[in-house]
């Protein structure tokens, strides 16, 4: 018979509120192998653990059932506690009697038998579970870091300055992200590129890191410590060795299509480098445009290459590379525009979205940094600025709030009344979110010092209006119907996860949410890691974030791969699948369904009668194992149990249930 003690947490009023705990205690008391059970304010406290160390000393417990919050929060922490007073880790059993109890029922009666039965599955439960043990597994020190914007920037240069090799892979021919679009950045208003320029250098010349650009993830296998990584490295076209960066062929290219960079205000050549301080600094022939490769004539730029450096039968190559860790940080798209006919983009050309703008303001950009309309070539002297356009729109857009739109159309306001003296910016707002540090002052300085004037209220319509755009809207503040006649419409369009996100997460075994950002292992404490362990988050493909808040998150991860990366060894989880062999039939069931690869087949050798006959069954690469479980649900023989929860486990807890 096994001695099993039972900790009930209160969690403050969390779980008191709505639980009677001394109730649960006596019932606790009832159920069969317990011999003490106890209740503290907070469990996970020092005083709390410690009471549990001493419990299991004092009673001779062998098993341990904490009921309090979530495993996800702390069960590691629990597991330790017990593993100090001399247990096993895994002879702990977890009843989450607040997210699945006190936080989902008003019904204090309710939550009260909700909590006890919840104990009782996890009493039965704790009584079957068997020491399980962790075997000790090598790590490859190599980290993987995926997208060259600021945050792939970032984290690469963190995890290579404490002395360990990256691989940045970023898709397009060079580095930089959304950053490298921008010009002055909130809140100090430095410029852009010369903030970036030196880090996107830092990488190209960094002895740690090597960079793949015009290259993206095919294929991800493996674990913590050891993932196995395809790479395709597209086929640029252009020999980078021989390339000196020269820039004939830009020239001469006959074919043009809009330019990505500049947010198709101007066009950009076949062969291009996407903007003038791009790391590499060579170009790449796009393939889809080039006349060679659509219609089989032209070769100008071979041609014109003093360098030969156009190979124009140039592959895709795919690498395999071994990494320890990988570092997730492919940013966003700005939302498309295509439900917000109203606003008269793309049917007006001085309608423009806010990263167009940006372009605009760009000493690089399309207009040499001057603010001009596309329509006539002219400084606007009004322009209309619309906040939340895809943001905080439930029937239309994004539910949520794009986090950045109103500090960059203040930042829009204030550089517009510099460049262009005597304009006048007209805001309209929903709220005005200035959470950041500085940010309420900078603000501040485009209505109190630039004059923007600001209107709380939605713009229901856009029309042209001779040279001009009519601007209607409501001033919810007065209730007044609000007609601007404008020379320029600058929509501040909201941040989209990567359309893409979802495909790249399944390769990587991680998971998005309903909006396809990457989803964090928990959102507080574990804001950079994903439910994958050795998997790591930095930048907007996680969520909207400004510039700051993105570089603190790609140092958090580099933090994250460097302290796996400076451990001896990994320790494997032990809660893996195992195959029972004279239950498994050898259909493979199981081999099909498991999303790691960690099934195969076996031959062995069996006794049958007098004679020894060879037939296959599975067998489990438990380095591979992620304890996922697909594998048991498939096995209808049920030859292939999870440690830590098998189907005896299981079933056990449905009776419990069930009493
Ligand atoms: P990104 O910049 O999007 O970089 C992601 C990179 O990953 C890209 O290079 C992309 O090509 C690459 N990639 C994507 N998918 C893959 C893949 N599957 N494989 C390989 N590579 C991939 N913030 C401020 O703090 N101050 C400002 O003034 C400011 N102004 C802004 C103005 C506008 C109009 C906008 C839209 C944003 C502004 N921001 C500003 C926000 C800022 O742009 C972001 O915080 C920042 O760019 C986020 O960087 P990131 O690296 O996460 O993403
Ligand atoms: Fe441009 Fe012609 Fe070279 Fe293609 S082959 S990139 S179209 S110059």
Known sequence: MKRIGVFICWCGSNIAGTVDIDKVAAAAGTMNGVVYVDQNKYTCSEIGQAMIKDAIKEYKLDRVVIAACSPRMHENTFRKTVESAGLNPYYLEIANIREQCSWVHKDKEAGTAKAISLIRTAVAKAAMNEALFAVEMPITRRALVIGGGIAGIQAALDIADTGFEVDLVEREPSLGGRMAQLDKTFPTLDCS???????????????????????????????????????????????????????????????????????????????????????????AIDRAHCRFFTTGKCKVCQKVCPADAIDYEMEDRLLTNGYGAIVVATGFDTHKLNDYGEYAYGKHPDVLTSLEFERLLNASGPTGGKILRPSDGKAPKTVAFIQCVGSRDKAKGNSYCAKICCMYTAKHAILLSEKVPGSKAFVFYIDVRTAGKDYEEFYTRAYEECGASYIKGNVSKVFPEGEKLLVRGVDVLSGALVELLVDMVVLAVSVDARADAKELAKKLAVTVNEHKFFTEAHPKLRPVDTQTAGIFLAGVCQGPKDIPETVAQASAAAVKVAAIFSKQSLLSNPTVAEVEQKLCSGDMSCMAVCPYGAISEQVVEERRGREMVTRKIARVNVALCQGCGACTVACRPGAINLKGFTNQQILAEVDAICL
């Open 193 to 283: 590129a010369c903030i970036l320029t030196p880090k996107m250098v830092d990488v190209a010349q960094h002895e740690k890191i090597r960079l793949f650009t015009y290259a993206e993830v095919e294929k991800v296998e493996g674990y913590l410590g050891n993932f196995t990584v395809t790479i395709r490295h597209r086929a640029r076209s252009v020999d980078l060795q021989k390339c000196t960066g020269c820039g004939e062929c830009l020239a001469k290219c006959p074919a043009k299509v809009a330019s990505e960079f500049e947010e198709g205000l101007v066009q950009r050549r076949a062969i291009y480098t996407p903007f003038p301080q791009a790391v590499p600094n060579k170009p």
